[in-house]
């Protein structure tokens, strides 16, 4: 039997000897020190032995036996292997006073400067959607815009005659491929027939996700003239039901002023503005983009982006891809984004291939990053 203690105790005593790996010694103690001053202290450190001997017993038959509560000392106690580097200690925590309190000027503390974190932007990524168009088929769109990486929809609805349940069916089919997150009203007459029609739209979209409506100020090609009083209280009804159901409604630009649009903004609180940046520019205004957004940028929830070359009424309006027409939309995207918004951007491109909407697409992320 007392070869078999020996046996042990020269093992315990092996390992008791042994210096653990210099990452288990260090640990992962938050205030260890840093590498140049741990070698700095490791070579002044105290060089102590950690060779154990047995306790003494009245049992001689356990006189030789070494114990692992013995062995676990000579390890980390006094002198052993786990203690000859020395190991820096925390600062004892100071008292937290207020910087005007008595006890704070009696100790003599001063406020510790804060470090200032590099200016940067934190606002998240825009989310960028592709426009559908009502005279094609909706599937087929659908299904090109998921594939070229489009974050959303926006759903065109001018050209739509199906009733508010059929619609409804439809739309929840396409949200399971993509989010249809706006829509887009057809240009109205402002009569309380379409004021019905509308409403109609918002019951069948808003219950598969889409937020937002857009409408337009001006009047549709086959309306008589309507006063803008006359517009503005048709508004405020429609926004009442948006309201209502959860939903905003965004009052867009075509060739209106912005003192015009400024004019309903303010008589209907609920009613927010989509800025778009193409019919911003019709007629050869270089700066409209930047012209309406310092106007109504307190009001901004939507943004409408495609190019053309500036020229007037429906033969202008190409909503061609970004870049094949005469727009600086790099600097108008710019504008927006350090005003602090952070919405959804639509492109509205209805001319050109697949590939010009994925390329406008890079290109109105590469803008548009934070």
């Known amino acids: 039997m007392g070869t078999r203690f020996q046996a042990r105790a020269a093992l315990y005593a092996k390992y008791a000897i042994t210096a653990a790996p210099t990452r288990a010694m260090n640990g992962k103690i938050a205030w260890t020190p840093a590498r140049a001053e741990r070698a700095r202290m490791d070579r002044v450190r105290k060089k102590a032995s950690a060779v154990i001997a047995p306790q003494p017993t009245r049992k001689p038959d356990r006189q030789d036996r070494v114990t692992a509560w013995e062995a676990m000392r000579a390890f980390t106690g006094p002198g052993g292997a786990a203690k000859d580097r020395a190991r820096t200690r925390p600062i004892a925590a100071v008292p937290r006073t207020s910087k005007g309190t008595r006890a704070h000027r009696e100790v003599g503390l001063e406020p510790v400067p804060r470090r200032l974190i590099a200016s940067r932007s934190f606002r998240a990524p825009v989310r960028i959607g ?21 974050d959303y929809v926006e759903f065109d609805l001018t050209h739509v005659r199906k009733g508010p349940a059929h619609l409804r069916e439809e739309a929840e ?23 019905a029609r509308f409403v109609g739209f918002m019951d069948a979209l808003g219950s598969v996700g889409t937020r937002i409506f ?24 429609l926004v009442r039901a948006g309201t209502a159901r959860g939903v905003v409604v965004t009052l867009e ?16 609180p609920g009613l927010r503005f989509c800025l778009d940046i193409g019919h911003a520019h019709l007629d ?46 790099e600097r108008d995207v710019a504008a927006i984004r350090s005003r602090g918004y952070d919405g959804p951007v639509t492109l509205e491109i209805f001319q050109g291939k697949v590939d010009d909407k994925k390329g406008s697409l890079r290109k109105m992320r590469r803008w548009a990053r934070p």
């Open 130 to 150: 592709g426009s559908t168009y009502s005279k094609e088929p909706f599937p087929k769109q659908i299904d090109e815009l998921r594939e070229a990486g489009f």
């Open 173 to 195: 089919a396409y949200a399971k491929r993509i989010p249809l997150e706006t829509a887009h009203l057809p240009p109205s007459h402002f009569t309380d027939a379409d004021l």
């Open 214 to 237: 857009n409408v337009h100020f001006l009047e549709a090609r086959s309306a008589p003239r309507v006063s803008p009083e006359a517009k503005t209280s048709w508004l405020s009804d």
């Open 253 to 268: 630009n075509v060739d209106e002023p912005p003192d015009v649009m400024r004019r309903a903004l303010d008589a209907i």
């Open 284 to 329: 050869k205004r270089e700066d409209g983009g930047r012209t309406y957004l310092e106007a109504l940028r307190d009001r901004l929830a939507l943004v409408h982006a495609h190019d053309n070359h500036g020229g007037h009424g429906k033969p202008g309006d190409e909503h061609l891809p970004l870049g094949m027409g005469t727009i600086d939309l």
